[in-house]
Structures are given as structure tokens and as C-alpha cells.
């Protein structure tokens, strides 16, 4: 679990219990100010990790539409239509690249949008990233794929139109544990993103529930 669900799954705990403790006491003032400044110290905890309010909002459903689109992406690469020739024709890898590069091009939008947020939602999605790529960097590089300085994806076209179909298909299909990966730091990216949007619109009371 990433430190920002850490942090908040603490939050969610601390504030519950004290509201259940105040509530059997008929409202006392010092329970009241302690969750007062529990909510103060929280955002003020989540700003530092690049989940603050107000005009921030925008950068966080950028980031989520972002990782979505990452997934969706990723996930068209299991299309077996992708892989074998249409019957009675010769095999055209047309399509397989072109949803290659769609999936390299999502990716991209998602570090451009998880760095306008910075802090450690930044800091801790882009690590999961880089950890997925790593593991898997040299059969990356086989089909043509590099990460650059920016931490950003780069395509040789000429090497990956020669990259062989199963090749592709076994880095990034859905059985692979890149995908898998991926698929977990998006869900990940989407409950977070969420959570912040809702704290910072109100919609979570002093317990943390929703609502």
C-alpha cells in the first residue's frame, strides 16, 4: 500500500474513533478541537503530498483521466486480432503498432500529469512506474522501447516494426506482470485521486466517511 493510502486509511480510523468516543459523551469541546486540529494537520499533510483544494482539483481528474486512459490503452493491447492474420490474408502489423504507440503516448500524459501535482503523489506513482518498467526495461528495449531522461517513453519505430508479435504480447497483455502492475497503481492513482477529490469538496465528515 503507498503512503498515501497509509495516510489516509490513519485518518479515517483516528477521526472515526473519536467521534464514537464523543458521541457517548454528549459532545465534549476537547474531543471537538482534537478533531478539528486532526483535520487541519490531515490537509495540511495532503498538500505536502501534492493533494491540496480548491483550483488543484482540476490537476487531480487530469491525473485520474490520465491513468484511465493508461489502462484502457494497455488493455486494447490483448485484442487477439492484434496478433494473427485476417483469413486468408498476409499478417499486417498495422494496428499492433498503432495501438503501441497509443499505449506509450497515455503513459506519457500520465507522468506530464502526475508532475504538475508533484509532492509525494508524484513521487510515489512515478516510483511504481519506473519499478514496472525496470523490471521488465530489456524485453522493453527488444521490441524498441526506452525510457528517457524525463522518465518518459521513447519509440524506435524502425526497431519496433520488426519486433516480433508474441514478443509484444508477452511484455504487454494482460497476463504479464507489467500489466499487472500497471493495473494495480492505476486502481491505486483512481481510489486516491477520489478520496482527495471528496475531501476537498466536503463530502466527508469529521469521521471520514462519506457523506
Do not use: H, R, W
Not at 490520465?66 to 494473427?84: I, P
Not at 497515455?106 to 508532475?115: D, P
Not at 504538475?116 to 522501447?145: P, R
Amino acid at each position: 500500500m503507498s503512503t498515501i493510502n497509509n495516510s489516509y486509511e490513519y485518518y479515517q480510523s483516528s477521526q472515526g474513533l473519536l467521534s464514537m468516543l464523543n458521541s457517548k459523551k454528549s459532545g465534549n469541546a476537547l474531543i471537538d478541537q482534537i478533531i478539528s486540529n486532526n483535520d487541519l494537520k490531515y490537509q495540511q499533510k495532503m498538500e505536502s503530498m501534492g493533494l491540496s483544494s480548491g483550483s488543484s482539483n482540476i490537476k487531480y481528474k487530469n491525473v485520474d483521466k490520465a491513468a484511465t486512459n493508461l489502462l484502457d490503452a494497455l488493455s486494447k493491447l490483448d485484442d487477439k486480432s492484434l496478433y494473427e492474420a485476417e483469413s486468408g490474408k498476409e499478417y499486417d502489423n498495422a494496428e499492433l503498432l498503432k495501438g503501441v504507440t497509443n499505449f506509450v503516448t497515455a503513459y506519457n500524459s500520465t507522468v506530464t500529469n502526475l508532475s504538475s501535482c508533484g509532492g509525494t503523489l508524484y513521487n510515489t506513482f512515478q516510483s511504481e512506474f519506473l519499478e514496472a518498467y525496470k523490471a521488465k526495461a530489456e524485453d522493453f528495449a527488444n521490441i524498441g522501447i526506452t525510457m528517457g531522461s524525463d522518465n518518459k517513453l521513447v519509440i524506435d519505430q524502425e526497431k519496433l516494426s520488426a519486433a516480433k508479435p508474441e514478443d509484444i504480447k508477452a511484455l504487454l497483455g494482460s497476463t504479464s506482470s507489467y500489466y499487472k502492475n500497471i493495473a494495480s497503481t492505476v486502481d491505486s492513482i483512481d481510489t486516491i485521486v477520489n478520496k482527495a477529490l471528496a475531501l476537498s469538496s466536503g463530502t466527508y465528515n469529521s469521521s471520514g466517511l462519506m457523506l
